[in-house]
């Protein structure tokens, strides 16, 4: 949907920058018809700077460009959201936002799980069962997760969806366990993958 430079008096829309592999929302700026132009044309996102009255390829002068991998208008035309990949701090500040925020990976419920295993093994308490698996040691952990990945192997070939599911979900868990044992977590799995993908 083509941006509508006109519904604002100044022409100038707010821009919304996310990673495109965190998700994590890294700045807001404001583009006129001109750095929108400019954006899609270098692959560079550009804004208009309303303190020096000029465009201003974010990076110029830090080199920390902001790589444009997709640019979309919402629904009103009014606001632009654009998915980046940053090459390097993008806060005047040197932080990684400009809200001061560490642009980490986020996998949702799945990054929380790791820090739940990641206190269980640092803080281990006597009724935890994750806890119970690192303090039996690697064998045990790395047994848990090859019985498991038979379990899915089974259910696989049956019809139970219910079943398969929640197989698949133990061998996850017990997976991210023992990652976590090796001293890895999803993210280093992640991004092995990303390279392949290249």
């Not at 495109?20 to 929302?25: D, G, K, M, Y």
């Not at 902001?66 to 959201?81: A, K, M, P, W, Y």
């Not at 936002?97 to 820090?115: D, K």
Request: glycine share 6%; hydrophobic share 40%; charged share 25%.
């Amino acid at each position: 949907m083509t941006p509508d430079f006109n519904k604002n008096p100044d022409q100038l829309l707010p821009a919304i920058i996310q990673d495109v592999r965190t998700a994590t929302v890294l700045m807001l700026g404001y583009m006129n018809e001109a750095a929108y132009t400019k954006t899609l044309e270098t692959r560079k996102v550009t804004f208009f700077s309303r303190t020096k009255n000029r465009l201003w390829t974010k990076g110029e002068t830090s080199g920390n460009y902001l790589q444009l991998v997709s640019l979309r208008s919402d629904c009103d035309r009014d606001t632009l959201l654009l998915k980046v990949l940053p090459a390097g701090p993008v806060c005047h500040k040197g932080t990684d936002t400009c809200w001061g925020e560490a642009n980490n990976p986020s996998f949702g419920f799945l990054s929380v799980l790791e820090q739940t295993i990641k206190e269980r093994r640092e803080q281990p308490e006597t009724n935890s069962y994750i806890a119970s698996l690192f303090q039996k040691g690697i064998n045990t952990i790395a047994q848990k997760v090859g019985e498991e990945a038979v379990e899915v192997i089974i259910e696989a070939k049956d019809d139970n969806n219910t079943l398969f599911l929640n197989e698949s979900a133990d061998l996850l868990f017990h997976y991210l366990i023992l990652l976590q044992a090796k001293g890895f977590q999803l993210q280093d799995v992640v991004a092995i993958l990303e390279q392949r993908a290249k």
